[in-house]
Every structure is written in structure tokens, then in C-alpha cells.
């Protein structure tokens, strides 16, 4: 079946650094992703990762081990801005071509 | 550029009537979705299209219709609306070289009395 875990919480302070984990169990991966969503508003996408590593986006990076099913979001110099929900998905190319998504991880940015 | 549009943004509805929802993109994406999100559930595929004139069920169809004439707008009705389909409702579309890249609409708030 298809399952993907993240903490459903976290509270970081501004201008720290804050990685938020997702693990997944998925057949026929074919890519993850890191969406955020303010409260109120629609996700934006963030990054992609397909292959294992680090992709690094200004702020944001993303790592990806297809090995152990595990990505993580990492936020660098936290702003109030990021105080938000953040989305992972994986899509699995055979699954009609559908995103299966977390159910989010709730950051809190405190002063 | 408007990227997707969502029409309402906000309706309340009495138990039993109907309504339509519309999305429109003017990204020349193939690919479009209807979701919804409710608390503690996640966003769930209601219903999707991979280009005009088809559409395919979701997670959780049941209840509703969709419409895919023109590549650029997808329309989601609610024939009988019942209070377990109060939630919000997203559109979105992608291309279909990137199906995982989705660009949302801003939402539609359901209440259903």
C-alpha cells in the first residue's frame, strides 16, 4: 500500500534551523515532494527530488534516500513567514499518475 | 498571468442542493484536479483529468460530477449537497511532463446546512 508519515508539529524560533522529516512506503516511486501551505491559502510547490540527495533551493533543501523511504525538508535562517504547513507527496507513475499526499507538518516560528 | 482560477470563493448550501464549481487555467496545462481538505484528513483526489474531454475518479468521488470540455476549465457539481461535503475545495492543474508540480487555485469554502 501506499503510507507517508511526517510529525504533525514543530515549533522552531527565527533564525534557527529546522528539518522536518517524512518517511514513506510507497511501490513504484517516482519522485517526492515538499509543498507549503499557509493557513488559509492554497499549497505551493516547493521542491522535487527523484534521485537520492541534497537539491538546495536559497532557504529551503531537500534530501532524498530511496533506500530508506526518507526525505527531509530543511529550513535554513528562519523568517515568521515560514510559520506554515509543509506538505510531502510522492507521486508513483504507475498509481494513474496521482500524488499521495501527508497529511502535513504544522511549523510554528517563534520570535 | 491568473495561473488557476477558482469561481465561487466562498457558498453556503442547504442539504439537497445542487451547485457547480469552476476552474480555469491559462497555463495550457493537460492535467486537472479537484481536491479536498478537511481537518486531520489531508488533501483527497475528488476527481482528475489528463486532458479534454476525460475525466477519471479520485479517492473520494462519491457524490460528485465533473466536466472536462474545454483543456482549460474543469468543473466540479455537487447534484445533492449533504453536510459531510462542507470543506474546502481546491483545483489544480499540472503539466503533464511534470504531473507532481501542481499549481493550486486559491480555494472554495463549502458549508453545507
Request: glycine share 10%.
Amino acid at each position: 500500500g501506499q503510507n507517508i508519515d511526517q510529525p504533525t508539529e514543530m515549533t522552531a524560533t527565527e533564525g534557527a534551523i529546522v528539518q522536518i522529516n517524512c518517511t514513506y512506503q510507497t511501490s513504484g516511486f517516482n519522485g517526492l515532494f515538499w509543498y507549503q501551505q499557509h493557513a488559509g491559502e492554497a499549497p505551493t510547490f516547493l521542491s522535487y527530488n527523484v534521485l537520492d540527495g541534497l537539491e538546495e533551493k536559497g532557504r529551503f533543501s531537500s534530501f532524498l534516500s530511496r533506500s530508506k523511504g526518507y526525505s527531509y525538508l530543511l529550513l535554513k535562517e528562519l523568517q515568521m513567514k515560514d510559520s506554515a504547513s509543509y506538505l510531502c507527496a510522492t507521486y508513483n507513475a504507475g498509481n494513474n499518475r496521482k500524488l499521495i499526499w501527508g497529511l502535513g507538518t504544522s511549523l510554528a516560528v517563534n520570535p | 498571468n491568473a495561473g488557476v482560477t477558482q469561481t465561487p470563493k466562498f457558498r453556503v448550501l442547504k442539504t439537497g442542493q445542487s451547485m457547480t464549481l469552476l476552474c480555469a487555467q491559462d497555463m495550457n496545462h493537460e492535467y486537472m484536479y479537484w481536491y479536498r481538505q478537511d481537518p486531520g484528513m489531508g488533501l483527497r483526489l475528488i476527481h482528475y483529468s489528463v486532458g479534454e474531454g476525460t475525466t477519471a475518479k479520485g479517492e473520494v468521488p462519491d457524490g460528485y460530477n465533473v466536466s472536462r470540455l474545454k483543456k482549460q476549465n474543469f468543473l466540479l457539481g455537487l447534484e445533492s449537497a449533504a453536510p459531510s461535503q462542507t470543506s474546502v475545495y481546491f483545483c489544480a492543474s499540472s503539466y503533464s511532463r511534470a504531473p507532481g508540480e501542481l499549481f493550486f487555485g486559491e480555494g472554495s469554502r463549502l458549508t453545507v446546512l
